[in-house]
């Protein structure tokens, strides 16, 4: 019923910058809060940033200042800005919907498949 389409994934060097969107699409449904995971190899997933409909933001310490999460309600879409990319950053990020379906009257958490972001000098 709803499905999230990312691009921008890649590889930069360190001190690149890197630009993710994601864009949740379907029908009958309302968009809550919008983010971004991600996991690196060999380690869990956690949160990078997310952004609720009424535009709050909130970052995990280590890509404060460095990455900007912004959305678009009217058109269901999430944008992560990475800037002063650094190795540790590699990893696989996931985007990430929290919807409510009006057809069912159920909250539906939605994934991505996910978009390699890679780091290397």
């Known amino acids: 019923q709803v499905q999230l389409v990312e691009s921008g994934g890649g590889s930069v060097q360190p001190g690149g910058s890197l630009r993710l969107s994601c864009a949740a699409s379907?029908?009958?449904?309302?968009?809550?809060?919008m983010g971004w995971y991600r996991q690196a190899p060999g380690k869990e997933r956690e949160l990078v940033a997310t952004i609720t409909s009424g535009g709050t933001t909130n970052y995990a310490d280590p890509v404060k200042g460095r990455f900007t999460v912004s959305r678009d309600n009217a058109k269901n879409t999430v944008s992560l800005q990475m800037n002063n990319l650094k190795p540790e950053d590699t990893a696989v990020y996931y985007c990430?919907?929290?919807?409510?379906?009006?057809?069912?009257?159920?909250?539906?958490?939605?994934w991505g498949q996910g978009t390699l972001v890679t780091v290397s000098a």
């Open positions: 990430n919907a929290n919807t409510f379906v009006t057809s069912t009257g159920r909250y539906l958490e939605v």
């Open positions: 379907g029908s009958l449904f309302r968009v809550l809060v």
